[in-house]
């Protein structure tokens, strides 16, 4: 496999970071949760994405501004070493900190959290995730499939690549258990990540694509070093 | 012990409901405080429903869960002492929580670990579970049962666990049927005594049970509350055990983690034997208090307090904090009132509940969400959806799926109703699927399980409650509820839309009426059975104009309303004549219709060729203000013989979807109102019950609310209109019944045997008369019914007086039954109460029936009584022809009648109509019987009619009740019952069915509804039937030598079984000889075996074809069967004497199957699919010949249900014609006059008579019988009698042609309508006689003033008439003179004509 020294050097940055709870890791939990429903019910894919070789130093973007500072290395380094899996569950808990649900003792994302949630981090985040896809991850390539979906959850779904069929029965992907979601650039349909929860309906992430920070292309603009 | 006193002394001292702090620290809210707790939900992120068990289907369907996934085993026990526990719940919501609580005893309890495996009720079904099940409760310390309300697998448990229950340490069964509680068992404590008890304990439950009337259940929880006062007066050795028990429901009822940590290291510390000996010495752990939320109150998924135990505290921050946050404006949004389970709070299984919410929410509306640990929610709704004794909410959604009151265990709808009633916001009751997966329910055809339709679909219909809106699924490794996307936004946009009609000003609001043209043909627009389409539309556009709806300009007469959608009434549907309302683009038609891609497999692309002016898409009607009144397409396939047999694959056409496209987003309806019974659009493919996304009904409604008016004698299908189209109905009542009378000929006998009854002695005038009451019969075609003597032979002066009597009584008999016969008048208009001449006919009826369950004898029974006789002596006399009995009938038929119009008089305005009833019982009606003579007036008119013996005080029972019809027969609600709806009311509930059987159907304009399904049969049902049945051996033994028959095919109806209350699944039963037994809830629910010495007679085989609504309806009744046909075949018994099992054997080895899969005798259509089609075949003509009807019925009814896979239709083909091929007699139940045999098409078109001489290896025509249950002298008939009775009654008689005429157009329909089923029996049983024919053809074709008169009325109609009477003969069922088909070809061409404006 032979991970280059920087890569590892991020891993265990990682690996603090998850002891500060600013979010889990699935390895981290692994090691406490004896079995697939530990998981499951912890809402850990159980399937991993390979980490890719050869990452140079300098191709992990450091300059990553947050408005309530929030580190953005580990999903950087992340992306960067194609840990896809590991980088959408960080996106996620990143998620629950920023909007201000977690700072309530709350362990999930309402709906009327996303205004909190400040266009800067959205904007860093979502740079990272279409720098390391090639455009084809992140949030503003899901909002042009919900355009193109009229508002249609389902056939959005249908669209990214959530959706699957069991003979004639369609049915959304499965996330417990071993994880069904494609964690590979060149295999995902466009947008198909990072995942959001409908498990608490599908206002989130409604709401999630018309933050305003994608009301124009601003987010793209790097930030100055 | 440490632990457990302390705790149960704070029980002791401040009460189960006060160990919750409402102030303090919410002792459950601990979300950071325990990391274990708080992981099992820290999932931030879980994707949407998942279910990764196998799709594979072991029963039939459902339920391919299974155990294994919630077993646990201690991975390190390091010596400890292990606990089995084993436990059965009815849903899954505790599955996680006990995970998690073994999990934590076996990582941190030194003294103990723990093994569980846990099942859910429905999965005991599956025989191997069940083994597994026996084997894990043999080795169990401890049982925990929850909820086991399903009396069949109830047994299943009692079975297993009630011979382990010596060797189990404890045994602890929550709210479940008494015989399980029994199983209970903590130390000393018992409650094996429930019921007969002595036990202090027991006998509490029942005193409180008795005080306040509340449940089962509701005692259990203020037995819970009322613990500390109980366990004062227990001995103390038996108060520690009695403690334990309630300390363990406080656990569980507490539901998460850290309670049921407790509850099982409580009980194995104290109650496991090893567990017990490890202990010694050692310091037991101390298990925490139970952490309890309130018993109820209002929850929020953000709420910083978790729970508010008042709604003021809840509005100050919902109002002030939370609303602004969210950006909803506290005083304008609507508000929705939520119902939700404790158990899914408590256990933080929860996110199917936050997705509605957030649903809600961001649709800007407000919710109010409630939960109760108990199954009555008439207290939070009363206490909660209240501010200020005014309703806060606008809408109430029930997610608990169950009864408002009384949950899975005894309900009580009429309270409920009640209390929605003051509410009075319509009531949504969803369901999420317990028994399957998400995958399961969404390939089953039949939808929603069994189980599930029963208790959580049927029984809140009743309390009024509409849309079974599926919204959860089950996520099967975890078993934690999830949210289905699609269905739940469907709700919160349906649920919202019905709060909009509560909010918005009715001159804004925009209302579609929708009218039908079924079956689809040309002059049937505007069809609905029973109603005067158009003039109750013009009632309806009156009330709404009156109410202040804009109705623009529409007309104000019957006439105009019609004139201006049918342009011209002799339009045909689909010709450019009907007027057009809008024609739809086909981008615009794509662009609206989401779906629209899906229909083009069967319809090609838009727009096609129906509702098509060749580009655009047509929608035909007529928009008045912002009322639009619009045509329903039909079908569209009724003429294409393929489709007709495979319609399973078909969809609605583009037309169909554009004209509901068209309501909901180009016209915007604010709802839409289908008028009368009945459309198409609920019949559309889909589920059965429990509709997902892609089914053709719910795509097409979306999210328009919906009212339906609906017949009340239809509950069945109004059901599936409700269920499958989210329709709230509003029954309507079906036209006075009169009694048919008598004309021509049939009149002038009944003159000639008056006459007689005073010359019969004489010598030289009565046998003259007699002679000629043999002539006339003749003439009148009765010498089919009736044995007649020789017409050339015979001469009555060579005959004997007894001979003479005999002959006279015969047809006398007869022609009193076509007399009396009840048929419906004319039309009804909707408000329009029946006047009081109109009311005596059904109230007469009404009084012919004893009612022995409300202490109430009939009329013709006490007046019988005066003159010594008893009424059944009478009837049997009557029936056999006695003229004594025959002329002893007659005169207290008409002395009843009387009487009736009698008391009807007092209360009779000039106008004939009435506005209040009087009572004759108050003091104002005794005065006045006083001055007139000191009877009562009903009493002095049944002296007068010749019974001056008739004792008063006898009928005062009768009277009383009659009075009570009378008032509800003219109380009418239906415009009031209409605008509740569409102004966003709850309107109340009601049964449906047949207004003399069940008087409480009475009065119409409520939303019908049809019985609790595991409450048929009833007692009395059996009874009628075991009569019946033996009336139709008697008769089938008199024409077959003294030999039984060895099989008959029934047909059964869900009308016919709703209005019964079972009889004739009943009498299925009792003719395989089982009988059904009673749970202790009252609950019909299994079957047994009666043995044969007690039966006396041979077993009967039967083959039973249930309608396709029977099969919605009442899929436990065709278990019940099923597991009784196959008890019956299983049988170890002479083959002479069990013909069940003498042709199941004979099968099985034919057809290599075992003997229990032979035994298939219950069959219907396919799931979701209704129907042998054979009467849309015939009611276009489009049918090749017979053997293709036939093909149809096999094709389409010869689906298998077997209870050993409920949850599937399989179809068996060849076992359905196997088995149909034995059959002797066909049989079918005629259950109300309103509806006979060519009324509707539905009796014929699944009568399988001319299918089993096919299948027959003799070709021997089986004989065909009808029961005729409609009068109090029940009447087995054959079906050849029973189509001669219908056609003297209804077709042939001028009192029916001449009252339909009278309404126009719809009735030249309805005449057609008679005559095409009629020829439908020819087609499928060929017992219509040719005099049928030619007397129709001499009514309405050869009399030149009427065939004008129909002709100017309704010309499409008449057109189909004379093809009608062409097809006939052209296909043999008719033989004529030249003459006559000359005249009807000439006809035709000369109609054709003119509806071509040639």
Not at chain 2, 123 to 144: G, H, M, P, S, T
Not at chain 2, 267 to 274: F, I, L, M
Not at chain 2, 448 to 470: F, K, M
């Amino acid at each position: 496999m032979g991970f280059t020294p920087s890569t590892m050097r991020q891993r265990r940055c990682i690996a603090q970071s998850g002891n500060d709870q600013i979010f889990v890791l699935s390895s981290s939990v692994a090691s406490t949760a004896a079995t697939e429903e530990d998981k499951a019910a912890a809402g850990v894919p159980a399937a991993t994405s390979e980490a890719s070789t050869n990452i140079e130093d300098a191709d992990i973007p450091t300059n990553l501004p947050s408005d309530c500072g929030m580190d953005y290395i580990p999903l950087a380094t992340m992306l960067a070493t194609g840990q896809l899996a590991e980088a959408d569950q960080f996106t996620r808990d990143a998620l629950i900190t920023i909007s201000g649900a977690k700072a309530k003792g709350r362990d999930f994302v309402y709906f009327t959290d996303v205004k909190n949630i400040p266009a800067t981090d959205l904007a860093t985040m979502e740079r990272l995730w279409n720098k390391f896809s090639g455009g084809k991850f992140g949030y503003s390539v899901q909002k042009k499939k919900w355009k193109q979906s009229k508002g249609d959850f389902e056939t959005f779904c249908r669209k990214i690549g959530w959706t699957t069929t069991d003979g004639e029965v369609e049915r959304k992907k499965r996330w417990f258990g071993a994880s069904e979601f494609i964690y590979d650039v060149k295999k995902a349909p466009e947008g198909h990540l990072p995942l959001t929860s409908a498990l608490r309906g599908t206002s989130l992430i409604k709401n999630l694509l018309q933050h305003p920070v994608w009301d124009n292309d601003d987010w793209m603009i790097e930030p100055d070093k | 012990m440490v632990y457990f006193k302390a705790a149960a002394v704070t029980l002791l001292c401040v009460g189960a409901s006060t160990a919750w702090q409402p102030n303090g620290r919410p002792l459950f809210a601990s979300r950071s405080s325990n990391a274990l707790a708080t992981r099992s939900t820290s999932t931030p992120l879980q994707m949407v429903v998942t279910d990764p068990t196998a799709t594979s289907s072991p029963m039939g369907g459902f339920t391919a869960t299974n155990a294994e996934s919630r077993r646990v085993v201690p991975e390190n026990p390091n010596g400890r002492p292990t606990m089995k526990v084993v436990y059965v719940v009815l849903e899954s919501q505790y599955q996680s929580s006990m995970t998690a609580a073994v999990k934590r005893i076996n990582a941190a309890n030194p003294n103990m670990a723990v093994e569980c495996v846990g099942y859910l009720l429905e999965e005991l079904r599956n025989d191997d579970a069940y083994e597994q099940f026996k084997k894990d409760v043999e080795e169990a310390n401890i049982f925990i049962g929850s909820l086991i309300f399903v009396q069949e697998l109830a047994e299943k448990v009692v079975d297993v666990v009630k011979p382990a229950r010596e060797s189990l340490d404890a045994v602890l069964i929550f709210p479940s049927m008494p015989e399980v509680m029994r199983l209970n068992k903590v130390g000393s404590f018992t409650m094996k005594n429930l019921g007969q008890s002595k036990s202090v304990v027991a006998d509490f439950m029942k005193k409180k049970k008795q005080e306040d009337g509340s449940s089962f259940e509701e005692g259990m929880l203020k037995l819970l509350r009322t613990l500390p006062k109980v366990l004062k007066f227990l001995p103390s050795d038996k108060a520690a055990d009695a403690r334990t028990f309630m300390m363990s429901f406080q656990y569980w009822l507490g539901g998460s983690p850290e309670n049921l940590q407790s509850l099982l290291t409580m009980v194995g510390q104290d109650y496991v034997s090893p567990i017990k000996e490890n202990m010694v010495g050692k310091e037991k752990m101390v298990a925490e208090e139970p952490l309890l939320l309130p018993d109820k109150a209002i929850w929020h998924p953000v709420a910083p307090d978790v729970v508010f135990e008042s709604n003021t505290d809840y509005m100050k921050w919902y109002d002030n904090e939370f609303c602004p946050d969210a950006g909803i404006d506290p005083k304008t949004a609507p508000t929705i009132g939520i119902l939700l389970q404790k158990s899914h709070i408590n256990t933080k299984d929860d996110t199917h509940y936050v997705s509605l919410i957030a649903e809600l929410e961001s649709r800007g509306a407000k919710v109010v969400a409630v939960y109760s640990g108990g199954l009555d929610y008439s207290g939070p709704v009363a206490e909660y959806f209240y501010k200020d004794g005014k309703p806060i909410v606008d809408t109430v959604v029930n997610l608990t799926g169950f009864a408002l009151i009384g949950g899975p265990a005894s309900q009580d709808h009429k309270k409920a109703a009640k209390v929605l009633k003051d509410l009075n916001v319509p009531y949504m009751c969803a369901v999420p699927l317990v028994f399957q997966s998400f995958e399961e329910w969404q390939s089953s055809e039949l939808g929603l399980h069994p189980i599930q339709v029963a208790l959580q679909v049927s029984l809140p219909e009743i309390d009024g409650a509409i849309e079974p809106i599926i919204f959860a699924g089950r996520e099967g490794a975890t078993g934690r509820s999830v949210p289905l996307a699609d269905r739940v936004n469907l709700l919160a946009d349906r649920s919202l839309k019905w709060a909009n009609l509560k909010n918005k000003e009715k001159k804004d609001k925009k209302i579609a009426i929708t009218i039908f043209s079924f079956p689809p043909d040309k002059g049937n627009v505007g069809t609905a059975a029973y109603l005067d389409v158009f003039d109750s539309i013009k009632a309806v556009l009156a009330q709404l104009k009156s109410e202040g709806y804009d109705i623009g300009d529409a007309p104000s007469t019957k006439e105009e309303i019609m004139e201006s959608i049918l342009n011209d009434p002799e339009a045909r549907i689909n010709s450019p004549e009907l007027n057009v309302a809008y024609r739809m683009s086909t981008e615009e038609y794509y662009e609206l219709t989401p779906y629209a891609t899906d229909l083009e497999e069967n319809w090609g692309p838009a727009p096609g060729n129906l509702n098509s002016d060749g580009q655009n898409l047509v929608v035909y009607g007529k928009q008045f203000g912002n009322v639009f009144i619009g045509v329903q397409p039909s079908f569209g396939y009724e003429g294409d013989p393929m489709r007709l047999l495979f319609a399973k694959s078909a969809s609605p056409h583009h037309g169909f979807a554009a004209y509901y496209t068209y309501l909901e987003k180009i016209f915007k309806a604010d709802a839409v109102l289908h008028f009368g019974t009945h459309g198409s659009l609920e019949f559309m493919p889909g589920k059965q019950v429990g509709m997902s996304g892609t089914c053709y009904p719910d795509r097409l409604i979306n999210s328009l609310p919906s009212a339906y008016l609906y017949a009340a004698n239809n509950p069945s299908e109004a059901t599936i209109a409700k269920r499958r189209s989210y329709s709230a109905t509003v029954s309507y009542l079906t036209p006075p019944a009169e009694n048919a009378g008598l004309y021509k000929g049939l009149k002038e006998l009944k003159e000639l045997i008056e006459s007689y009854r005073g010359l019969r002695e004489n010598e030289g005038r009565g046998p003259a008369i007699v002679n000629s009451i043999v002539s006339t019969s003749y003439t009148c075609n009765l010498d089919k019914d009736v044995k007649l003597p020789d017409l050339e032979s015979y001469d009555a002066a060579n005959d004997t007086p007894e001979g003479r009597d005999d002959i006279v009584g015969k047809v006398y008999s007869q022609i009193m039954q076509i007399e009396s016969r009840l048929l419906p008048c004319g039309l009804h208009t909707v408000g329009v109460p029946p006047t009081a001449e109109e009311a005596v006919a059904t109230l007469v009826n009404i009084a012919q029936l004893d009612r022995p369950e409300d202490n109430i004898e009939g009329l013709p029974r006490v007046i019988a009584a005066s003159v010594g006789r008893d009424i059944n002596d009478i009837y049997r006399g009557n029936n056999n022809g006695v003229l004594e009995d025959v002329d002893l009938n007659t005169k207290i038929t008409e002395a009843s009648r009387a009487a009736v119009r009698a008391l009807v008089k007092q209360s009779t305005d000039s106008s004939g109509r009435i506005k209040e009833v009087k009572s004759v019982f108050d003091d104002l009606g005794s005065m006045f019987s006083k001055m007139t003579g000191g009877k009562k007036p009903y009493t002095q008119a049944i002296i007068d009619a010749g019974f001056p013996k008739v004792q008063e005080e006898r009928l005062e029972g009768v009277m009383k009740y009659l009075e009570f019809c009378l008032k509800q027969v003219v109380a009418n609600n239906e415009l009031g019952g209409i605008m509740e709806l569409l102004n966003g009311e709850f309107l109340m509930p009601a049964p449906g069915g047949d207004p003399i059987r069940n008087p409480d159907v009475l009065p119409t304009g409520r939303n019908m509804h049809a019985l609790d399904p595991s409450a048929i049969p009833t007692q009395a049902a059996v009874e009628v039937a075991e009569s019946v049945t033996r009336k139709l051996l008697e008769k089938l033994q008199d024409e077959n030598g003294g030999k039984y028959p060895e099989s008959i095919a029934f047909t059964l109806w869900g009308t016919d079984n709703i209005k019964t209350y079972g009889e004739s699944l009943a009498q299925v039963l009792s003719l395989v000889g089982v009988r059904p037994v009673a749970d202790s809830l009252g609950r019909v629910n299994k079957v047994e075996l009666i043995p044969l010495e007690e039966l006396g007679r041979p077993r009967i085989d039967v083959v039973v074809s249930c309608s396709g609504v029977f099969r919605d309806l009442f899929i436990n009744q065709m278990n019940l069967m099923d597991r009784g046909i196959k008890m019956a075949a299983e049988a170890d018994e002479p083959l002479d004497q069990n013909f069940v099992r003498k042709h199941a054997l004979e099968q099985a080895e034919e057809l290599g199957v075992t003997l229990r899969e032979a035994a298939a005798r219950v069959f219907s259509n396919s799931a979701g699919s209704y129907s042998a089609n054979v009467g849309l075949a015939i009611e276009n003509g489009g049918w090749e010949g017979e053997s293709q009807l036939q093909e149809q019925f096999l094709t389409r009814k010869g689906f298998a249900f077997n209870a050993d896979k409920p949850g599937m239709m399989e179809q068996q083909a060849e076992l359905f014609k196997s088995a149909l091929k034995t059959v002797d007699v066909t049989f079918q139940n005629l259950d109300s006059s309103e509806i006979s045999i060519t009324d509707v098409s539905h009796y014929y078109d699944s009568d399988p008579t001319k299918v089993v001489q096919g299948l027959r290896d003799d070709k021997k025509k089986p004989m065909s019988l009808m029961a005729d249950t409609t009068t109090a002298n029940a009447q087995v008939r054959t079906l050849a009698e029973t189509v001669r009775l219908d056609a003297r009654t209804k077709l042939l008689n001028p009192k029916f042609y001449e009252g339909m005429l009278s309404t126009g157009y719809e009735g030249v329909r309805e005449i057609q309508k008679r005559l095409r089923n009629t020829m439908g029996w020819s087609a499928t049983a060929g017992e219509v006689d040719n005099f049928v024919f030619e007397d129709a053809n001499d009514t309405f074709i050869n009399d030149p003033e009427m065939q004008q008169r129909l002709l100017d009325t309704n010309p499409n109609a008449f057109r189909d008439m004379v093809t009608t009477f062409l097809e006939a003969n052209g296909r043999g069922y008719w033989e004529t003179s030249e003459e006559n088909i000359e005249r009807l070809q000439q006809l035709y061409a000369d109609v054709e004509d003119r509806i071509e404006g040639v």
